[in-house]
């Protein structure tokens, strides 16, 4: 996707490690007219399954996925990273996070995740797959049955899309970033 690339070159601020900071146009501060470019190019490439919903993780794949809803015009479920007093009939995963060097469990009701449901996962970034499993086994627990996944960015030198092809669904990126270093980002073809 150029429009998001072009974007990711101009904003976007790399550092050594594999770090990108993408905070003042997609997970901090948000630009709309991107996301909505974002949504409809997810339409395009998951448009043609049969969904009933869209599931993401909070927060950063909130607004993806809320525009992929919109778009759809389908429901969204949220993944909580934290288990809320107020929620009943709970399903839970544990999911290691890469960046805050922690395990921590998530969470979805199965008032809004039943074996009826066909989903997308949604996402910001792919970089080890982590979140992305984790979700996975909450859809697998509720019965459902996940239908793709989509990321706004993945760090293709990381392994989280190599360990999602392994579920044999359908992984979309828009896109796909081989290098990244101190003021250097550089996109797969």
């Known amino acids: 996707m150029k429009l998001l690339k072009d974007r990711i070159l101009k904003d976007g601020k790399s550092f050594e490690g594999g770090i990108l900071k993408v905070d003042s146009f997609i997970n901090h501060q948000m630009d709309p007219i991107l996301m909505k470019s974002i949504g ?51 399903l839970t995963a544990s999911v290691y996070s890469y960046t805050k060097d922690k395990t921590y469990d998530i969470c979805v ?35 459902a049955t996940m239908l793709g996944m989509g990321f706004i960015i993945e760090k ?20 796909r970033i081989k290098t990244l270093g101190d003021n250097l980002i550089e996109f797969e073809d």
């Open 40 to 90: 409809v190019e997810f339409v395009r490439r998951f448009g043609h399954l049969p969904i009933n919903k869209i599931i993401t993780i909070e927060a950063s794949g909130i607004a993806p996925a809320i525009m992929l809803g919109y778009l759809l015009e389908l429901p969204v479920v949220f993944v909580k990273k934290t288990v809320p007093k107020t929620m009943n009939n709970m």
């Open 109 to 143: 009701s199965t008032d809004f995740l039943t074996k009826t449901d066909q989903v997308v996962f949604i996402d910001d970034f792919l970089a080890n797959g982590n979140a992305s499993i984790g979700v996975y086994e909450l859809v697998k627990k509720a019965g």
């Open 156 to 175: 293709s030198f990381q392994k989280g899309n190599e360990r999602l092809q392994e579920l044999n669904i359908q992984i979309e990126s828009l896109a």
